[in-house]
C-alpha cells in the first residue's frame, strides 16, 4: 500500500472515530438502554445510536443467489461490514475477529444476529467471489454487491464511508473502515461498533443488546 493511500486510509478512521465518538456524546439519551449499559455498551466500542435511522432502498445481489431490498434487511440483528476480497489487511483481521466473536456468542444470541459483508470493490467482487472468500471465515456469513453507486449510498447512510479504488490501476486497493454497523431487526441503522473490535468485551455486551 502506498504512502499516499495509507493517509487515506488513516484519515478515514480519524473521521469514523470521531464520528463514532460524537454520536457517543449523545447514546446516552437513548430511551430503550438505562445509563449504566449504555456506559457499558460504550466501554466495548458499541455505539447506539439516540433514534435510529431508515436505510435507503437499494437493490443488491446476495450470496445467496437472491436480490435484496436493502430495507428488507429484518427479522434479525446484524453487524454489516464494508470490505472487500482483495483487501490486504482490514478485511482478513475483521473478519477473523467476527468468527471469533460469533463463537463466544451464546447459541441464543448467535441465532438473533447476522453478519453482513457489504463489498466495496463490485468491479472485482462478484457473488461467487464474495461467497468462496466468505465461506473460509464462516459459510453463514453473508456477502452483498452491487452497483457501486448504490454501495456508496448505503455506506454514506451508514456513516461508514469509504474511498473507491483506481480500478486502471491492476492491483488497486480501496480505502475503507474497519467500523460496523449494527442494524436492529426491523431494518433500521440501530448504531456502531468501533474499530478496532475488541472482541472479548463485544460478546460481554452485546448478548444484553440484541437478546430476542
Not at 87 to 98: G, K, N, S, V
Request: hydrophobic share 40%; aromatic share 8%; proline share 7%.
Amino acid at each position: 500500500m502506498s504512502y499516499q493511500s495509507k493517509g487515506r486510509t488513516l484519515i478515514l478512521s480519524i473521521v469514523g472515530v470521531l464520528l463514532a465518538l460524537s454520536i457517543g456524546l449523545w447514546a446516552g439519551n437513548h430511551l430503550t438502554i438505562g445509563q449504566d449499559q449504555a456506559t457499558a455498551l460504550r466501554e466495548a466500542g458499541i455505539i447506539t445510536l439516540p433514534t435510529s435511522r431508515e436505510l435507503p432502498a437499494l437493490q443488491l445481489a446476495s450470496t445467496d443467489g437472491a436480490t435484496v431490498n436493502s430495507q428488507a434487511l429484518t427479522g434479525k440483528w446484524s453487524l454489516v461490514f464494508f470490505g472487500y476480497t482483495f483487501c490486504p489487511d482490514i478485511c482478513p483481521t475483521t473478519l477473523a475477529e467476527l468468527r471469533q466473536l460469533k463463537k463466544l456468542l451464546p447459541e441464543d444470541a448467535q441465532h438473533n444476529l447476522q453478519i453482513l459483508m457489504v463489498s466495496v470493490d463490485p468491479h472485482r467482487d462478484s457473488t461467487e467471489q464474495l461467497q468462496l472468500y466468505l465461506e473460509y471465515f464462516d459459510p453463514e456469513f453473508i456477502g452483498l454487491t452491487g452497483e457501486l453507486a448504490d454501495i456508496q449510498t448505503l455506506s454514506n447512510a451508514l456513516s461508514i464511508p469509504f474511498i473507491p479504488g483506481d480500478t486502471s490501476q491492476p492491483r488497486y486497493t480501496v480505502d475503507h473502515s474497519g467500523n460496523l454497523a449494527i442494524l436492529s431487526p426491523d431494518g433500521r441503522q440501530y448504531g456502531f461498533i468501533r474499530a478496532p473490535l475488541d472482541v472479548k468485551e463485544i460478546a460481554q455486551q452485546l448478548p444484553k443488546l440484541i437478546a430476542p
